[in-house]
């Protein structure tokens, strides 16, 4: 796909590797659907986007409503009339072990809140996403591609039973489209970063954060443009699909 002029969905896109991936694909020519929750971030970013002569339009959504999903999609389609591309970036954590003694003795559990609130999110959200975006896809007949953006935290990871559960997921649904959507010309593909210095990791204690980057074969985390290139790479080859690229440092959980 050559990137210059396809319109390109991307959620989860006010902040961290979201806006990065923004950029780079608004600095190869691509016009830009952010959408996000956070309205000031997302305004903000469009406005750092029309400073370097990027153009995008700004969709609030919860991706997890299926009717909030089906409604932005549509709006994008009337705006711009196709998706060419669609990054499933958006995600949350809510880490905790699945059963946890405290100094009392007290046992303190996963919550189904805290599961089903990640669940919502990193799976069901990009199911829904790849589900219209797909079928508008296929309506315009245009040969576009999805990303999903998982994690190397699905192999299993210490207090994240449902961010694993979720990006295990993504997994297989990742290659299940790209057997399934072949047939319409539509690619799918996956990124799986490792520890990539957003806001997300910035809550991380200092003291864990230098356990963790000692444990990196290149002994420091990624950046969110790294992420970014890696999805500029799959959009425009034209012979990836159905596989996943780990960008790691060379960690593997």
Known sequence: MDIENKIIAITGAAQGLGASIAKCLGNQGATLALIDLNEEKLRALQQELRNNEINSEIYLADISNEQQVIKVIAEIERHFSRIDGLINNAGIIRDQFLNKPDKQGTIESLSLSNWQSVIDVNLTGVFLCAREVSKLMMQSQTKGVIVNIYSISRAGNIGQSNYSAAKSGVVALTVTWAKELARAGIRVAAIAPGFIQTEMTHSIKPEVLKRIESSIPLRRMG???????????????????????????????
């Open 223 to 253: 950046q969110p443009d790294e992420i970014a290139h890696a999805v500029q790479f799959i959009l425009e080859n034209d012979y990836f699909s159905g596989r996943i690229i780990e960008v790691d440092g060379g960690l593997r959980i």
